[in-house]
């Protein structure tokens, strides 16, 4: 899949009962990046450019295209950089908490098993069913993948990310145990324009290198590194904040200031590759630089304000935001069957891609979280997702 989008680590009932703080708006925040990730999706659906099981409308030069196309490369630029960000943010008091092994235990029953019920069950239906759209039958698709032992972990690689991310951590909690102690006596700091700034450029320079390697669109089991620049320092940065809380103690400034400058170097993207179609020295490398510098630039803004505005807004979870927060997992492990569904339902109707993608992403997130809510009561279920 092209597009790395995936929700973060999401927290169970038991983890909520016994976590010493739990911030309420970034939860929310998550809850929405799980819906978004829907959207992302049906986007390409109806025809932006990306990976994805079931395009209805293939991606080309029309303005429906080159727009939902934009609305995508703006969600990559950030909104998985942000699972990221959060999934380190719970991590460090998770592990002090239950101890390292014991949290990797947690994690791969959490993490793992899912991985494993998508990649060997719903990820092979997703296909079939994707398939049956083309005439396939869909008992006979899903038998030929079944025989072939299709390993299919779709959206689900965040899981195999986030397990080795995990693992990492753990293993520096128990190699460096000072280092983890002494950080989390710190006085909370706020990294300076300077360094969110420095680490911008590195970033991208992290992603030019890692995708003249590994290009956009080239997966590695399942993982496209090409991403993983800004995924890695995000996630770090989540693990820092966690024992420092300067996420929580945001300078109002520094957000207004990197919030313009996303909002300024949103047009840059679009603005090359529409020079590009005209001007060929402009295509190929010199748009694999723009691209990499870019997606910091737009992450750390977007980020910055959609943390702190959500701050400011919850705090603490009321009304449908505590079961939609609640069932966001859930949400995120069975979306694609249900979009694909939903979408191959009135796939026979002529409509704008515009309403198609509006109506089928609204009405598969309802879905979705009606069906989470109804594998939430088993406990078995509710105990891992």
Known sequence: MSAQDVPVEFASRKDNAVAVHRNAGLDALRACLTLLVVFHHCAITYGAVGGWYYHEVAAG??????????????????????????????????????????????????????????????????IAL???????????????????????????????ALLIFSAAAALLHIVFPRTVARDTNRVARVPSDTTLAAAALLTGIAALALRSRWPVGINVWGLQLGYFASYVVLYAAGCRT?????????????????????????????????????????????????????????????ILFLVDRFQQRFDT???????LSRRAYAIYVIHPPVLVAVALAWRNVPASPFLKFAVTGSIACVACYLIAGLLLRVPRFASIL
């Open 130 to 160: 994707a398939q049956s759209g083309a005439g396939h039958p869909f008992p006979d698709t899903l038998r030929h993948l079944w025989r072939k032992a299709t390993f299919e972990n779709g959206p689900m690689w965040f899981a195999e």
């Open 317 to 323: 979870l009321t009304g449908a935001w505590r079961p």
């Open 242 to 302: 966690a024992r420092a809380h300067w996420i929580e103690h945001l300078p109002a400034p520094q957000v207004r200031l990197w919030s313009r400058i996303a909002l300024m170097a949103l047009p840059v993207l679009p603005i090359a590759y529409l020079i590009a179609k005209h001007v060929p020295a402009w295509r190929g490398r010199p748009q694999d630089v723009i691209y990499a510098f870019w997606e910091p630039l737009v992450a750390w803004g977007a």
């Open 61 to 126: 030069p029309s303005v429906a295209s080159a727009l939902l196309t934009l609305f995508c490369a703006i969600n990559q630029a950030f909104f998985m950089g942000l699972f990221f960000f959060l999934a380190g943010y719970y991590t460090p008091p998770s592990i002090e908490r239950k101890g390292a092994v014991r949290f990797l235990a947690d994690r791969f029953l959490r993490l793992g098993l899912p991985l494993l019920i998508y990649g060997f069950l719903i990820g092979p239906a997703t």
